[in-house]
């Protein structure tokens, strides 16, 4: 069919929407408001006051686009909510209350409510008790469908082959519920039983009224019994075990049951003149806030669309251009809260201040920076208790590995510069790790620092497998101990293994050198790509030989004066394909299992470790999962990184990715760094977070919360030498964390910008 263009005055757009939540009525008032001759009809299976859940939480930032697009709407909301500054966090039987949050929410039948007056007032034409008619229908017969039909849309699943929905079900069950009185708070309260944890998350959202979430894990739900509870017993044992938190009053449910959190994601959001909205096209986890907000963004952002572009493809394209980032960043925020919960246990035992301030930026929305500017008080309590003498921020407090105590908990990640010759490190090396080293970081890491020539990625990858190699590092490490005291620098040692003999980076990435090639060994012959050479499957002794390159190299290595040595088994080289079982397809003692397909880098390791100098440290580096199914999972990156603890590592070097390139990593801000938290908790063990830290803001908030020990930054200290310096210039800092070197402390401030000196204007003439 055609669809007619907005603006049209012969043929009105006719609108169908399906589903009567917040999202479909909010979008049926403003289309219905800003183009009166719009016939607009909605459909709704349920009964006006049929409502599920209790209370909505909505942000100053979508009241802002309500009161904008529809005082009346904003009008009637405002004379309803309820308004709150705090949240409380009880746990152990200790009660921490940060301020300055700034909540607003009322109930979801209230809401409603509003929403139903609006849509009456304007026309809108609301049939409830009634079954939308299929889409395919409702498509031929109006101009756009809105397809607001919630999380289980049969809209989407009418049309899956288009939109291609991913939906995945998490490990928690909850329970909507409310108490008859408000909470003072935003209150979370950790219960621990004999079953295992659980916890509450309760909000008012009236004078007389709270909504109360309880959330366990399904393990922790079956084993107290929920699973055998009608509705009415399990409200009885709820509010038995929160008793405390509820002051002993009773929990309500309305058709409440238990449930399992499930995250909608679509390939596309439209298809013709159909399109998604609200939970039909995504879900966030209640933990960060609310659908109902995220529901009524799509509808204004539709609602802007419809009025900015001349017709509907550009419209729908525009819509899910303009909320598709918003959305993709929400719900990655949201997949961090929700996954912090269901790995509560592994928190329990910090301590009280540090697992609240844990909590508050488990999402990693509210940080160490925002949270301080929220509640200076308590962030700087939480400094007390972790250790941060006063005016020092979390990341420049001294952190020791065996014998080496690095200044700062900040990390020059180690970086390829494909810029050697014949693997020497040259001027260049020495220039680029002697400014890292002057910009301040505790650790300067060498890119990884190859074993042997054949064990290269590129020709422009440097080595320590010559005594001049050797030579060509002790003058970098002797650069960076005599003009840069107080920074450690360490030497990664690793084998390309299959992903060898390729060009350099910029010449293209992975790809196979076009002469000039060295043979490929790896745990197995599987090539990295289609277009890569086949590799060799190392025999018994090739895998001796290849020990005793890597303790040879660590032999130089300490030779060269490195204060640390990082053993790479990560990122698909030689060491991670013995570790990931797509790469290892062994059938002899060094493949099979996870701890056979441990034992060949256990025994380099070993091996490293004998010639080592027993008072420097040594780290590893792993690849926390292959972003690939069937490959390294969460499980197995705790495993490995217990057995080298058990082998005497200091650290975990906690990286992901890059063992197959048919990978798909799930990319956002700080990625990596949940995997280094579980790691650091599960396995004991100090860690390394990688993976997309880019503010000092980053660094403070996941040192302070107790996730990692320190951080590796790898692109900011391509754009900025200096990051570090900077970064205790920007907070103010001037104590022993950092130290700017004497020849550059005339730059320690920002130089001025422009004349401040210009008189003001006192007085207007006018003619």
Known sequence: MSVPTQGTTDQPLRVAIIGGGPGGLYAAALLKRLDPSREITLWERNAPDDTFGFGVVLSDETLGGIEHADPVVYAALRQDFVRWDDIDIVHRGARHTSGGHGFAALGRRRLLEILHERCRSLGVDLRFHTEAPYPAWLAEEYDLVIAADGVHSTTREAYAHVFRPRVVSHRCRYIWLAADFAFDA?????????????????????????????????????????????????????????????????????????????TVVNERWSHDNIVLLGDAAHTAHFSIGSGTKLAVEDALALAACLEEHPDLPTVLTAYEEERRPVVAS????????????????????????????????????????????????????????????????????????????????????????????????????????????????????????????????????????????????????????????????????????????????????????????????????????????????????????????????????????????????????????????????????????????????????????EVWPAERPMTVRISATDWAQGGTSADDAVAMARAFTEHGADAIDVSTGQVVAEEQPDYGRSYQTPFADRIRHEAGVPVIAVGAISSWDDVNSLILAGRTDLCALARPHLYDPNWTLHAAAEQGYAGPGVDWPAPYRAGSRPPRSGRTDTPKTRLRLTS
């Open 330 to 609: 929400t719900q990655r925020a949201a997949r961090a809260s929700l996954e912090w919960f269901e790995n509560l246990d592994l928190y329990l035992d910090q301590p009280p201040r540090r697992f609240a301030f844990n909590l508050l930026t488990r999402s990693r929305r509210v940080t160490h920076d925002n949270l301080r500017l929220r509640d200076p008080h308590f962030t700087e309590a939480v400094e007390r208790e972790f250790g941060c003498p006063p005016g020092t921020p979390p990341m420049f407090t001294p952190f020791r590995l065996r014998g080496l105590t690095l200044r700062n908990r900040v990390v020059v990640s180690p970086m390829d510069m494909y810029s050697a010759v014949d693997g020497f490190p040259g001027d260049f090396h020495l220039v680029h790790l002697g400014a890292r080293a002057l910009g301040g970081a505790g650790l300067v890491m060498t890119e990884m620092v190859c074993v042997s020539p054949e064990g290269r990625i590129t020709p422009g990858c440097t080595g320590i497998y010559t005594a001049r190699q050797a030579d060509g590092w002790r003058r970098i490490t002797d650069f960076v101990h005599e003009r840069a005291p107080g920074a450690a620098i360490g030497v990664q040692l690793g084998h390309s293994g299959r992903k060898g003999s390729t060009k350099l980076m910029w010449e293209g990435m992975d790809e196979p050198l076009p002469d000039g090639n060295w043979p490929l060994v790896a745990a197995s012959p599987l090539p990295y790509r289609p277009d890569s050479q086949l590799p060799r499957a190392l025999t018994r002794a090739q895998l001796t030989d290849l020990r005793e390159q890597f303790t040879s190299a660590a032999a130089r290595a300490a030779r060269s004066g490195f204060d640390l040595l990082e053993l790479h088994c990560a990122h698909g080289y030689l060491l991670s394909g013995f570790l990931s079982p797509l790469t290892n397809r062994r059938t002899d003692a060094y493949g099979g299992s996870l701890d056979r397909r441990l034992r060949f880098p256990l025994e380099v390791f070993d091996a490293v470790r």
């Open 186 to 262: 935003f209150r979370f309260e950790i219960a621990e039983t004999q079953h295992g944890v659980m916890q509450l998350h309760g909000y008012p959202y009236a004078a007389d009224a709270s909504t109360v979430i309880v959330e366990m894990r399904e393990d922790v739900w079956r084993a107290t019994g929920f699973d055998e509870l009608d509705e009415r017993e399990s409200v009885e044992r709820c509010a038995k075990i929160f008793a405390d938190a509820l002051g002993g009053r009773s929990l309500k449910s309305n058709n409440s049951t238990w449930t399992t959190f499930r």
